[in-house]
């Protein structure tokens, strides 16, 4: 089993309390393994195997599985004494699977752990039943310090191997794989085929499959700019298509809840608050996009801003468009009392001004960083950090 120990680094602190802990994330990034790492982290700690409870709900054996039978099969076999662990996979498949976990949390001894592909599964709804009482933890797509591990290379081979994971992604089952590009494209796109079939046109009965992947496949293209549900329709009405604004935000906000998209949002840093109009979306893996559309490397720039946003989100922090005048920074980065601005280039240009200037006009003391694939752009400019892009991923603390 390729280990992925922040997860379990993360999760350990609610091991045993009365929380229900979530893990959430797109399809076949990693959270079947993260519960087997779970699994024999109880067995570790002297928990017997039979008080542990494993179900997968993305089994066929388990379709058409309601939450009285989920309860009644769950409580069938917590037979004896002592706390029990659940251990739930892919949660998202019964309908009502809340009250389930509200029920057994409430009136049984249990330890209970659950993942899902949906973002429901982290939202206020859940609330309802589970107040107080869940902690979310998400899970994303292999960071590239966990891609090293995956392939068995240390860091000092980063440089070299950076390309390849920019070329292929994170899913595990690629970089686990020797697929060629062909190939694992191919295996991406059946992730997304699973996605839609199922996280969306069987849960939301879609009525026009071609233009939900138009707009699809104009997110996909758009990755790493500003635009809005009225610009999207614009662009079809020019393709002679007609879509409303409402589906257009439900097509977005389903992409969204199946952890296909990530959405952006802009904060104004004079008046420190978030705008909330022309988001910015990232895909959950960039090789989502090469699925879809090949690979270019007209991509590259846009594509390396997707790669650092997600490894801020994997640290925790809230990620930001900042807005400063007429200026963008590429990201705005919070985390409690920590902030750290970036901006994101291809190759660092010869006039370097291009890519500092707005740095240099933020008055604060927080950390400034520009971070490239250019591997002789290094160094300090002004205070603000110069950095490879693989160095930035594996550094632990910037």
């Not at 939900?212 to 700019?225: A, H, T």
């Amino acid at each position: 089993m390729n280990l992925r120990p922040d997860y379990i680094n993360a999760i350990a602190p609610f091991m045993d309390k009365r929380l229900v802990k979530i893990l959430a994330g797109v399809r076949r990034c990693g959270k079947t393994t993260i519960l087997s790492m779970i699994e024999r982290e109880l067995k570790n700690r002297n928990i017997a195997p039979d008080h542990i409870i494993s179900r997968n709900y993305s089994n066929i054996a388990y379709d058409d599985y309601t939450a009285k039978m989920m309860y009644s099969d769950l409580k069938a076999a917590m037979n004896g004494k002592g706390r029990y662990y659940l251990l739930l996979d892919e949660l998202q498949e019964v309908e009502g699977w809340e009250k389930v976990v509200n029920t057994l949390l409430e009136n049984e001894n249990v330890d209970i752990y659950v993942t899902g592909s949906n973002s429901k599964l982290m939202s206020s709804e859940i609330s309802t039943y589970l107040t107080g009482r869940y902690v979310s933890i998400p899970v994303f797509t292999l960071s590239f310090k966990e891609y090293l591990q995956f392939k068995g290379k240390n860091e000092d081979e980063a440089k070299t191997l950076f390309d390849d994971y920019l070329l292929y992604g994170g899913f595990p089952i690629v970089a686990i794989s020797n697929f060629d590009t062909a190939a694992a494209y191919q295996v991406v796109d059946g992730i997304y085929a699973t996605v839609i079939t199922r996280d969306i046109s069987k849960r939301h009965k879609l009525r026009n499959k071609d233009l939900f992947d138009r707009v699809v496949k104009y997110i996909v293209e758009n990755v790493g700019k500003t635009f809005s549900a009225n610009s999207i329709r614009n662009f079809l009405k020019s393709e002679h298509r007609s879509v409303s604004i409402e589906s257009v935000y439900n097509y977005i906000k389903w992409l969204s809840e199946a952890f296909i998209i990530y959405p952006c949002q802009r904060y104004d840093l004079q008046g420190k608050s978030v705008l909330k109009t022309q988001e910015k979306y990232y895909l959950s893996d960039i090789s989502l996009k090469y699925s879809q559309m090949g690979f270019n490397r007209k991509m590259v720039s846009s594509l390396l801003e997707n790669i650092v946003y997600l490894e801020l989100r994997r640290r925790g922090y809230d990620v930001y468009i900042g807005k400063q005048a007429a200026k963008e920074i590429d990201f705005v980065a919070i985390r409690r009392n920590e902030r750290i601005y970036i901006q994101v280039c291809d190759q660092f240009p010869e006039d370097s001004s291009r890519e500092t200037d707005n740095l240099i006009n933020i008055k604060d003391h927080y950390h400034k960083y520009v971070v490239c694939r250019d591997p002789l752009a290094l160094g300090n400019d002004n205070g603000i950090n110069i950095v490879h892009i693989a160095d930035f991923l594996l550094t632990d603390n910037w």
